[in-house]
Structures are given as C-alpha cells and as structure tokens.
C-alpha cells in the first residue's frame, strides 16, 4: 500500500517542479533576515507516524560510521555498512533479511514519505525532508531527529507545498558546529535560504532571497558565501546582519568555496576577456588573484586540507557534462590534468588523498562510478549503473551537494550510492529488475559491489 503511496507522492513533487523552478528563476531581492512565514506552525505533531513533536528532545548519541537511506516508500533508516543494527526513524516496521541477506523493511506508516536525509557533522542528528499526505493536500516541513532514533522536531513549514530541484522539497546543509541548519526553500513571495537554530523553536529566518542561489558554510558556522544571481555575497553573521554584496561575478559557475579554514575563498569570474578561477581572502576583493583559467560553466572544490582545488570544465562547448577534470594547488603553481572524459560529477575522499567521479558512457546510456590517487594514478572502475532520480540530482548538482551529503564512508575505503545495476555486473539467474537499490562500492576495486537494501538515496555520516 505505501508503495503506492509513495509513487503519488513522488508523482506530486514531479508535477510541482516546473512551477517553483518558474518561479524561483523570476525571484529577486536581498536584505536582513526576517522572521519566516512558515515557522508559526512548526511544532504541530503528525497524526500519523514520523518523528515527534518539538517538545521531544534530540538524545544525544554519536553515531559513527552509518548509512542513512530513504526506502522506495518514503521512510528514513540508519543501518550499519554490513547490512546490521538497522533502526527506522520515521515510523514503525517489519524488518526482515530477504534474499541474498539483503535487508528487507515493510513500513506501516502509509501518510509520511521522507527525502534527502542529511548527517550533522557530529553524527548526532539528521534532517531530512518530510511530505505528509492529508485530506486537505500535502504538507512539507524540514524535520530534525536524533540519528539513534527517538525524539525529534519540525524546524519549518512550507507556506505552499513547492520543490527547490526535481524531487527536493529542500536544500539542507548543517553548519560545522551542528548546530545551526541553512535550507533553501520556495516561498510564495521568494527563493530563500533560511538558517534555523535547530535548538529553539520558531527560528528559522530569512537570510538571502533570489534565484539561482547557491553558498557554502564556514569552518565554524560563522560565515556563508553565497552566490545568488550573478552576485558574490558575504554572510558574516547569517541570522543577525544578512549579507553584504562583494562583487558582481556572473553565472559560469555555481558555487562559491571557502576553504577549511575559512580564511580564503574561491569563486569563478571574468579576468578580461577569459573566465579563471580566483581565489582571495575571504570578504576582500582587493586581495584577489588568478589562479587557473576555465571554460564556463565551471565547477570546483578544495581538497580537505585545503592545499588544492579540483576543477571541472567542459572544453567542447557541445558537450552536455563537464570533460576535464583538473587539479590545481592554492597558490597556483602547480596544476594537473587528471583526466578528460565525460565528467558528470566528482568528490574528494576525506583524506583528500583520492578523487571518485561519475562518467558518462553515452553509448551505453549509463553511469559508471571511478576512482583514482589525487595525482591521476592507480585508476578504478568501480561500477556502471543508472542512478536513481534523487541521486540523479545530487550528481546534477553535486558542487553544492558534496558540502552537504558524503557518499564517502569517513575512512575513504568505500562508497555509498543508489540506483539500478546495468548488465555490465550481470544479473542473477532468474532475476527480473526491482528498482532502486543500494549499494557499497569498494574505492579500491579490489571486491564486487554489495547490495545493501531497497533504497533511492543514501549518504555516510561524517564520522
């Protein structure tokens, strides 16, 4: 039954995305941050399942080295990578092994469909998404639960059921401290980023409005850097001064980047006639300096330690994904072409010491997930898929996404995605396809891909 559920649900979000993108393309406007419209209602228990109201508090409980999924009916589970001690956030469950020890769970919970869990960096929370099906329409709010189970609040309310990206009621990315959660959200007046402090009620507030609009947060949580428009904004305080303008950048990239220690900044702007990646201290436009040349549209990330960028550009102007993939160090001395192939996104390992990236294998119209050292050696294939719509727009926009959604296990050994299996790994006797699965990926090559459980998306914790 929730399967089914679950499709209406998705079919819902499907028919909605024309119009919030419609109308976050025309929204505009600037200034400090306001109280939001959707918060007044915010701590309203669900009638049916799903986390606990906002007088639930959050337990406080690390956890380390786990997978959270979204099932094919719309429920959140954390799971260990071996398939053990899964836990049902959203509801109840029957679980069961199914075959080949793959994890089966009926949910009960047929009004709730759950999307995009994100881990705070601590591991202690998780936000995700919540769409709630009722006689009078849908209702979508963010939820914050505790990644152990139990307890758990809604820190904002849609004015309007609405989409940001297909499939994504929302944008959520934590701050580093964990405390604080940033989400980009339609509004009927806008397209907004809003910061809630996910420990009081009613908090949410209006930081930026504006379409397209793209930031990162600051080691601390103390900064974000927004690119909304063609604009470079600067948000020292978020949720008490707003954003101040730095400069007029254009569109031929998406995300600015603070680097890990906040203390620089990387964006994409035009040096005379040529786009090229500049880098300068954070807030200080003066201090600016080129540091690779690019062909837009770019996108870029730092390494974890923050030496080096790597940055992807398409030199054919005809090409529909990215078709170089470069590594630069922070002062530009040095830069390295890793590879040119069709180039649909890349993540760099925790450690900073490797690369995994998503080729596109047009003629076989599928994905193919690899691997390699940070300075293009030991290359891995590691599998050849179709990913799941959700995981297909987090590889769409996966500049954004890698701040906030690790398919990297913490200690860089494996990977974590979600879709269908192609021929290319064969497929057991006797076996029909059964939808979107997920799987663990060795980063070294050197074992099979493991199906884990049913699932459309799924990310590792932080730590």
């Known amino acids: 039954m929730k399967l089914i559920e679950a499709r209406v649900a998705r079919s819902l979000l499907r028919t909605l995305a024309p119009l919030v993108l419609a109308a976050g393309l025309t929204a505009c406007g600037q200034g400090p941050p306001i109280v939001a419209e959707g918060t007044d209602e915010s701590t309203r228990e669900s009638d049916a399942g799903g986390p606990e109201s906002s007088d639930s508090p959050i337990p406080v409980e690390v ?52 999307y995009w869990p994100t881990w705070s960096p601590d591991g202690m929370k998780l936000a995700a998404s919540r769409v709630e099906t009722t006689g009078l329409g849908p209702v979508v709010t963010v939820e914050v639960m505790g990644a152990a189970g139990g307890g758990g609040r809604t820190v904002y309310r849609n004015e309007v059921p609405s989409l940001v990206a297909q499939g994504a009621p929302h944008y959520l990315y934590w701050s580093p401290d964990s405390r604080q959660l940033a989400f980009l959200a339609s509004t009927p007046q806008a397209f907004a980023l809003l910061v809630a402090d996910t420990q009081a009620p009613d908090s949410a507030l209006v930081v ?38 730095l400069a007029e950048v254009g569109q031929g990239f998406r ?11 990387a964006y994409i702007s035009l040096d005379g006639q040529n786009s090229a990646l500049f880098i ?41 994904v990215f078709d170089r993939l470069r ?62 719509a959700d995981a297909l727009t987090m590889l769409t926009f996966f500049d954004q996404y ?23 790994f064969g497929r057991r006797n006797g076996e029909t396809p059964r939808g979107d699965r997920v ?23 932080w730590n």
Do not use: C
């Not at 690369?355 to 050292?373: D, G, N, P, Y």
């Open 280 to 320: 300068a201290e954070t807030g200080r436009m003066d201090s600016a300096r080129v540091i690779l040349e690019v062909v837009p549209p770019a996108a870029f990330a730092w390494s974890p330690e923050g030496g080096d960028l790597a940055v992807v550009d398409r030199q054919n102007a005809s090409s529909p």
């Open 439 to 461: 799987y663990i990926l060795d980063a070294a090559g050197g074992a099979p891909p493991k199906e884990l459980a049913q699932g459309n998306l799924a990310f590792w914790s």
């Open 63 to 114: 956890m380390v080295d786990r997978i959270a999924y979204v099932s094919a009916a719309g429920d959140l589970f954390v799971i260990d990578p071996d398939g053990g001690n899964l836990i049902n956030l959203t509801g109840g469950s029957q679980v069961q092994d199914g075959p080949q020890g793959r994890v089966m769970a009926q949910p009960v919970d047929f009004n709730n469909f759950y």
């Open 402 to 424: 890698a701040y906030s959604h690790s398919p990297w296990s913490p200690d860089g050994a494996r990977l974590v995605v979600a879709g269908t299996q192609t021929e290319t």
């Open 208 to 245: 930026e409005t504006g379409a397209p609009l793209y930031f990162h947060w600051g080691a601390g949580g103390e900064k974000l850097l927004l690119h909304t428009g063609d604009d470079l904004k600067l948000a020292e305080n978020p949720v008490a001064v707003g954003s101040a303008d």
């Open 327 to 388: 590594v630069v160090s922070a002062d530009g001395g040095k830069v390295q072409t890793l590879l040119d192939e069709a180039i649909v996104a890349f993540f760099w390992s925790p450690q900073g010491d490797k690369i995994a990236w998503v080729r596109l294998q047009a003629e076989q119209r599928a994905f193919q997930w690899k691997t390699s050292a940070v300075d293009g050696a030991d290359v891995r294939e590691l599998f050849t898929y179709q990913p799941s």
């Open 255 to 265: 995300v600015p980047a603070l680097s890990p220690s906040g203390d620089q900044m």
